[in-house]
């Protein structure tokens, strides 16, 4: 069985330090991949997915980067966080769109409080 | 378009009561649609799902349905339950590529 795997579940940076979430999914190959942030009590905003290992779309313009460097990991970074960058950040995979199988899962998610 | 810098609304029913929750999307090309339940602090759950080819979907106790004449979407929660207190999410998806994109949530609460 598919399963999602997301760490660390929280996370209290300094201003200005590094971030790396990291995210890997097992039991499928060639995920499509996605990086949400939900600050509290809002929605959740699409930051990045990727399609394919090195393919990244970005949807949000802000501090953040995500890299793909194999099928099945997916790496949100920072080199400076800001106060903003606050939220709970979800990693998700679904099969490609056209499949059957088109549900996507959810990690559960790292708290990120940049202070 | 997303709608992630508002508060979300609330929808307050009776335990046993029907429940419906609406979505409202902006993308004429949006040809798949997901419903995800959010219970607090963790990661969104699967409901149901349904593509743009049909109207109405029926799974346990939820009802989708999709009105692609007003770009409408809704779920219908039969019987709610105390358990089924939680954020509700409509995500959509483009006909050509990959995209999920997720609507602005609603806050479900049952009174017992």
């Known amino acids: 069985s598919q399963t999602i795997h997301q760490w660390p579940a929280t996370l209290v940076q300094p201003v200005g330090s590094p971030l790396s979430l990291e995210c890997t999914v097992e039991?499928?190959?060639?995920?499509?991949l996605y990086w949400y942030r939900q600050a509290a009590g809002r929605g959740l905003q699409l930051l990045f997915y990727?399609?394919?290992?090195?393919?990244i779309s970005s949807e949000v313009p802000q501090n953040l980067s995500a890299s793909r460097p194999q099928d099945r990991q997916f790496i949100l970074s920072s080199k400076k966080l800001l106060l903003s960058d606050s939220g709970f950040y979800l990693c998700?995979?679904?099969?490609?769109?056209?499949?059957?199988?088109?549900?996507?899962?959810f990690g559960q998610g790292t708290r990120l409080t940049v202070v | 378009g997303e709608s992630v810098g508002l508060h979300l609304p609330t929808l307050s029913v009776q335990e046993g009561d029907n429940s419906i929750i609406n979505c409202a999307y902006s993308?004429?090309?949006?040809?798949?649609f997901i419903w995800y339940k959010q219970e607090s602090g963790k990661g969104p759950q699967f409901i149901i799902d349904i593509r743009s080819n049909m109207d109405k979907r029926q799974g346990q106790r939820v009802t989708v349905l999709l009105n692609k004449t007003v770009k409408h979407l809704s779920l219908q929660i039969a019987a709610t339950q105390p358990g089924d207190s939680a954020v509700y999410f409509c995500a959509e998806s483009p006909e050509y590529g990959n995209k999920l994109v997720f609507g602005a949530g609603t806050i479900l609460r049952v009174k017992s």
């Open positions: 990727s399609v394919g290992i090195g393919q």
């Open positions: 993308n004429s090309a949006s040809d798949y």
């Open positions: 039991g499928t190959s060639n995920p499509n």
């Open positions: 998700a995979w679904m099969e490609d769109r056209y499949s059957m199988n088109t549900e996507a899962f």
